[in-house]
């Protein structure tokens, strides 16, 4: 009988979809257990869906070469020695395709190992999903099957404690009232308990049989990302509450039936796993701006050569020696190549390894930090991803949220307000609290109890992260995603008001049976629900902001309570207002009709739902407010002290209002006593034009821009910012806005902004990034509303709160306490970025030292692409020679001491702006491996001139001529970061002399042996003769100490005349620590020194 | 500040506290190393002027001392030049370098008088040297088969392909292949006639009927009028390791002739290899002409040892001052590429020969050196004060 309705009703509802949709395509049709439409019914289409294989693997097994060789290909530094080899090895090259081919080929390797072992570990996770087995109703019986075979349409039987093996809608459960219980853990990392609905319509059966009976088609949108947004649709509207995810686990339900929708790679979890855009850091961009400087001075070098190898040729005693062989003009091309090939070496391989290791290993030192592990928590820093490291070196705008970031969010229930009447209540007031008889105090707590979504958890330990506190005898928590709520509920119970009743929200009460949730939301900044009293009178009660509110209230004493609200806000509490509205059973049912009607609908739901949400939340009685206290996490204004020093701005962005976020501002020292405060809100912008409001902002900031240091702190809402960025405004000058603003914010040492939706935060830090400097830009959060800034900000962030982990994932970094930031930015970020620096510029200065002589050198040997140095020290000098001291270097050294760092912010200064990597920098530094390579050359070019230099009279050759060179290079490269170096472990003192020891031993074995296997000797025991040379000796020596001898006098005339404050604490930290009273008054000459050299500067 | 600087201190001993009592939940903590927490015990210089200037001045005082030893040494050496190219008219060899032909059968021979205005002490090493020729050209350089010149019978009959175009002629493999055999300037002088003819028909090779090799011979002329010829000899002036290692003929057979049966000689030659001496540990590859040839010089003017006139007694010089002449065998062509001829007598120090630059650039450093510490010490004075103690006293 009820299964006959239920076809009908499908059947009409189907066809009145079909008819009123437009675009069919956009949406999926799934007959539940592929049963075939009732005939009569439309066309029916056939859709075809992927089966459930979850494939997260990149490559299979027959096209990883291929696949992987394309992809690392496609780099464009490895396409480059790709062609560099392969042009090696079609034309007659000066070196052997061995010395860039083997690099190439050490590379790519050692790559495609990593990425193969990778996928091999994504394979056996895939599999074991795949094969793992589901229960699917065939039939009218439970037939095991592997996950992967699993079809859209499928009837699933899900028990107790398994996770769900695709998107399900949820038919029916064990539970009589066809809900079931779901953790999210893995997917969002909230522990709590969800609810879920089964349709109203099959919630009734309970076996099988019954189920395999029903007929029924679902009608669903076509896959997307969003993890709390669908839009399905069935003969009755289904919700998220009715779609169970792929990846969540059935809890506290012994079974239930469930309908396959998406499966396979369409399901939610696997479009979210898609990889986020790729964010790049500033020092690699510079590095690749120096690429295609070093790439036009390779193409250039090749270009002079092969043009005066022409010129030289042009004389005709030159172009045909009687000894050797011609060439013809039309080789001049291959002579180009052949050029390019031998100059090649100039960009080595091996940076990009050195720099991929170098930021892959540092890492570990943010994970490895004893100081940023958090006790409380039981977590660690963790790193999402290593490319960003030295940007946390270079960050100048802070974006930070507050609840949560800057606050505990250890929410604690202070203070009540019913009718402007005020309790302060601490805990031991409790007993004490008096129960103002009123009609009013009685609904509002009732109000409080029942307007939540806050359940309640037993006993189970909880794996994430505890939201409520452990009570005393009973072992419960109370599990909500918002931490007011728990705050309020716990001072509920505390007020031994009746908590015991609302075990499971959503339940049915004893005395209240809920009716509705209008769950909350950001934009909209309050919750409501329904409720029938067991007496039959229908309330909504209505929770929220003071300012989503106020404008609804149509009685009660609003302004006593506004004045306590707008009083606890100053003092920096967290306010809720408390309304309700009595409903008639007409008015009830007018309520039911906008929502079903809204959630019916199958496009723009949200939009509807919110617009019928709007209309139900109206003509509310105001009860009274609530006062939250959230604490200031700990050093957190100290942390801010520090960033402000460090020379960041800090803007907070909050969803909070502006009174409460001042006063947190206030706390946590982001404005000072002496912070004059400039405020661009509606309130002032209701007075005022915007326009106007700007520009005297505009006109006072500027005017003390000049002489008066006055600090300047602007407090924007979101209603005033989104009139600021609004584009394509009819009259000309609102283009303006936006400059005009960044030009205020520019000058503000502070900004907060409040009142901010999840996207404007986003906005803000959009066009602070775009702004004419290119700042770069951090944000930091943690939960799910900040994710959209922290994906948008060169840094992302997450704070491990308790707002669940969506911050976390998807964050480049996470960090358990906003304290941590500080070590992060200002020791783990200054150390990277000075260390990263020193590796790019090193590698470019030793390449040019390695290559310029090779380019000198085809001067004097007829242009004739001959090489300086033996193929052996042509593919070993960035592999081996030189390679491992820098690594090193560039992941343990500390130019100054971690406590200095941490104690003297301003030091971040030092190394704002990429300070390091501009180009004067790289000028230096390349003019230094030029005359590095001159020197060398031409040292080496004045002692083989015409005459011998052994005691018995016999003579070297090239090879001997190029190992002196080679033998000077490395010593002179090595010698130079051995004096960068400032923090010499027994590891840098392993691997510099080490590295070089190798040379010498390397060298002997290279010249001591005949090799077989080689079909030149031309090494032979030529490392020998040379040493058996005393000139040798004493030209090595000398050449060093020449090549070393200018960057160490520019370095210490610098330190002597023009320090920056790095080098002053560098002298200050090299006296012993018990002259720690000396080194106390360095500190204050320091810091006047700094002040005095910034003035010089502005002068 | 005071506080400041002890509050690191604190945190350090919290950290050591905490650290190794891992409770329950600690599954998650970092290891309290010292590597992990970036604690390493370490030395941290610093390059100050303070720090540096001593080691200026240590090394300036090192520098100019060597540097004024060097430059000693090195005008104590005495080294005599000759060009004996032939350019000008005036010179004895310009009708041998004017009337070089590719397919001349009689040697040119020239005679040019020089006189030693000194003694030369000890032994007296003689050099021949030659301009502008491009020794270190790659395709030069490379064109050689040292597994053939190590004594590699399969490599003796199949040359390395790197020897081409020299690696076969008449189909009969070159020993020793490539371009620098080719082209070799000196020869034992054996005064022999040609023994074959080639006929050319490789367009880009140039047979030649003489042996390329010049021969110098240097005599003393008596002051009394007699020419006496200077005994020199040929042994040493070859790396020993390329000598006994590097060059090897393809079997100790002293039967040579019989070794390079079926190769053939480089086409430029006038003799096989196996006749380029009759002393059978000079001859073949291992001829020590031969090998210093192979060594290519590192730079187009080169010079290459050629013999040793060894001393006779510690009482006599070994060679005296008086009139000399050099009797050179003309052969080797290097008027086409505008090259020239010389031949030098040097004595040797430690140091090896006459090279002025190391002095110098010792005694150039080690001034530059004493002199940035000068300048430093005034930096230091006027402004390191400014920076530590200067304040500390206000």
Known sequence: ?1099 | MMASSYNAKDEDGHITVSGPGGGTLRSKKPENTAFKQQRLPAWQPILTAGTVLPAFFIIGLIFIPIGIGLYVTSNNIKEFEIDYTGVDMSSPCFNCSQNFSWNSTRPCTCTIPFYLDQPYENNVFMYYGLSNFYQNHRRYVKSRDDSQLNGDLESLMKPSKECEPYAYHENKPIAPCGAIANSMFNGEPVSCCAHQTHSSFHLYLICLFTSLADTLELFYNDPNGTKIQIPMTATGIAWWTDKHVKFRNPTDNANLTAVFQGTTKPVNWRRPVYELDTDPQNNGFINEDFIVWMRTAALPTFRKLYRIIPKKNSMVPTLLRGNYTLEVVYNYPVRSFEGRKRMILSTISWMGGKNPFLGIAYITVGSVCFFLGVVLLIIHHKYGNRNNSADIAN
């Open chain 1, 1 to 1099: 009988m009820l299964q006959h309705t239920l076809n009908t009703l499908l059947s009409f509802s189907l066809s009145s979809q079909c008819v009123g949709e437009e675009n069919w395509v956009d949406s999926r049709t799934i007959y539940i257990g592929h049963k075939e439409p009732p005939p009569g019914t439309e066309a029916f289409i056939q859709q075809r869906f992927p089966d459930n294989r979850i494939v997260s693997s990149k490559y299979t097994f027959w096209n990883f070469i291929p696949k992987n060789m394309f992809e690392q290909f496609r780099r464009v530094a490895n396409f480059y020695f790709l062609i560099i080899f392969l042009v090696q090895l079609m034309i007659d090259t000066p070196t052997s395709p061995i010395t860039s081919g083997l690099p190439l080929f050490f590379v790519i390797t050692v790559t495609a190992i990593k990425q193969g072992y990778e996928d091999w570990l994504r394979h056996k996770a895939d599999n074991a999903v795949n094969q793992c087995p589901v229960h699917v109703v065939q039939h009218g019986k439970v037939v095991r099957k592997q996950s992967r075979k699993l079809r859209v349409g499928d009837v699933v039987l899900v028990k107790e404690d398994e996770s769900f093996p695709c998107d399900l809608i949820l038919l029916s459960s064990s539970r009589d009232d066809g809900t079931c219980y779901v953790t999210t853990a893995s997917l969002d990392g909230e522990s709590s308990h969800k609810t879920y609905y089964a349709v109203q319509d099959t919630k009734a059966y309970h076996t099988e049989q019954e189920v395999d009976s029903i007929h029924a088609t679902i009608e669903c949108e076509q896959p997307q990302p969003d993890l709390y947004k669908s839009l399905l649709s069935v003969f009755r509207p289904l919700g998220s509450e009715n779609l169970l995810l792929r990846g969540a686990t059935l809890k506290n339900t012994e079974y239930i039936y469930a309908v396959a929708i998406y499966t396979g790679m369409e399901t939610k979890m696997a479009l979210n796993y898609q990889s986020k855009s790729q964010k790049r850091s500033a020092v690699e961009k510079s590095m690749n701006a120096y690429l295609v400087v070093y790439l036009c001075i390779l193409i250039s070098k090749a270009l002079i050569n092969t043009v005066l190898k022409y010129v030289w040729q042009a004389d005709p005693n030159r172009d045909e020696p009687w000894y050797n062989e011609r060439t013809d003009l039309v080789r001049a091309f291959t002579d180009f190549l052949a050029f390019m090939v031998l100059f090649n070496y100039i960009i080595p391989v091996s940076m990009y390894v050195t720099v991929e290791m170098q930021k892959f290993l540092g890492s570990y030192f943010i994970m490895w930090d004893d100081e940023m592990f958090d006790e409380e928590l039981g977590e660690r820093a963790v790193v999402n991803t290593s490319d960003l490291n030295e940007e946390l070196g270079q960050v100048e705008y802070v974006f930070t949220d507050k609840t949560g970031t800057l606050t505990e969010n250890n929410m604690e229930f202070i203070e009540c307000c019913v009718d402007g009447h005020c309790d302060l209540v601490p805990s031991y007031l409790i007993d004490s609290c008096p129960r103002v008889s009123a009609e009013h105090e009685e609904l509002f707590f009732r109000a409080l109890c029942l307007c939540h979504t806050v359940q309640v958890k037993e006993e189970e330990t909880v794996d994430g992260i505890k939201h409520g506190i452990h009570q005393g005898k009973s072992t419960s928590f109370y599990i909500s995603s918002s931490p007011d709520e728990v705050a309020l509920v716990e001072g509920m119970k505390r007020w031994n008001f009746n908590v015991t009743a609302m075990l499971f929200v959503f339940c049915f009460l004893i005395r209240f049976e809920l009716l509705e949730v209008l769950t909350f939301d950001s934009v909209r900044r309050r919750m409501s629900v329904i409720v029938r009293s067991s007496t039959g009178e229908l309330y909504l009660f209505c929770k929220g902001a003071d300012s989503s509110i106020f404008p609804r209230v149509i009685s009660g004493k609003v302004d006593q309570v506004r004045a306590r609200v707008e009083h606890n806000a100053v003092e920096g509490l967290r306010t809720l207002c408390v309304a309700y509205r009595p409903l008639s059973p007409e008015q009830y049912q007018e309520v039911c009709h906008l929502l079903s009607g809204a959630k019916l609908a199958l496009q723009d739901r949200d939009k509807r739902l919110a617009e019928a949400y709007d209309l139900i939340e109206k003509d509310l009685i105001l009860l009274g407010a609530t006062a939250v206290e959230d604490r200031l996490q700990e050093k957190a204004a100290d942390t801010i002290e520090s960033l402000h020093k460090a020379g960041m701005k800090v803007w907070v962005l909050t969803g909070d209002k502006m009174e409460t976020a001042a006063a947190t501002c206030y706390a946590s020292k982001l404005f000072r006593r002496n912070t004059q405060i400039l405020e661009l809100t509606t309130k002032r912008t209701e007075e005022q034009s915007l326009h106007d409001v700007l520009f005297d902002l505009s006109r006072t900031v500027l005017r003390h821009l000049s002489g008066d240091c006055t600090d300047y702190g602007l407090i924007i809402d979101g209603a005033t910012l989104s009139a600021v960025m609004r584009p394509g405004q009819e009259d000309s000058n609102s283009g303006n806005y936006k400059e005009i603003f960044l030009e205020i914010c520019r000058n503000c040492s502070a900004v907060l902004c409040c009142r901010m939706a999840p996207l404007q935060k986003a906005q803000i830090v959009k066009l602070i990034k775009a702004s004419e400097e290119h700042p770069i830009t951090l944000a930091i959060g943690d939960g799910a509303n900040d994710v959209s800034m922290i994906l948008e900000a060169h840094v992302g962030i997450g704070i491990m709160g308790k707002e669940g982990r969506q911050a976390v994932r998807n964050s480049d970094y996470a960090i358990p306490k906003f304290k941590h930031l500080k070590k992060m930015l200002l020791v783990h970020g200054h150390y990277y970025y000075i260390r990263i620096s020193e590796l790019v510029q090193y590698f470019f200065y030793k390449n040019v030292c390695f290559i310029f002589p090779q380019f000198l050198y085809q001067f004097f040997c007829g242009f004739s692409q001959q090489p300086l140095y033996d193929t052996a020290y042509l593919t070993l000098y960035n592999i081996s020679f030189t390679s491992l001291p820098i690594l090193l270097y560039s992941l343990i050294e500390q130019h100054i001491n971690m406590d200095i760092l941490k104690k003297d912010p301003s030091l971040y200064r030092d190394i704002a702006k990429n300070c390091l990597l501009r180009w004067p920098i790289f000028i230096y530094w390349t003019v230094l491996g030029v005359y590095d390579a001159i020197v060398m050359f031409f040292g080496a070019y004045f002692l083989f001139d015409n005459t011998t230099f052994t005691s018995n009279g016999q003579m070297f050759g090239n090879w001997t001529f190029g190992t002196l060179v080679f033998t000077v290079l490395v010593f002179t490269v090595t010698f130079k970061l051995a004096l960068d170096t400032h923090y010499w472990t027994w590891i840098n003192h392993f691997v510099i002399w080490g590295s070089l020891i190798f040379f010498v031993v390397f060298s002997l074995l290279w010249g001591g042996i005949i090799w077989p296997f080689l079909n030149y000797q031309r090494m032979y025991y030529v490392f020998m003769q040379m040493l058996s040379s005393g000139p040798a000796w004493l030209s090595i020596i000398l050449l060093i100490t020449a090549s070393l001898l200018p960057d160490v006098v520019k370095k210490v005339i610098w330190r002597a005349l023009w320090p920056t404050t790095t080098e002053r604490i560098q002298v200050c930290a090299f006296i012993p620590y018990s002259l720690i009273k000396f080194a106390s008054f360095c500190r204050v000459n320091i810091n006047q020194h700094a002040s005095s050299s910034v003035l010089q500067m502005s002068n």
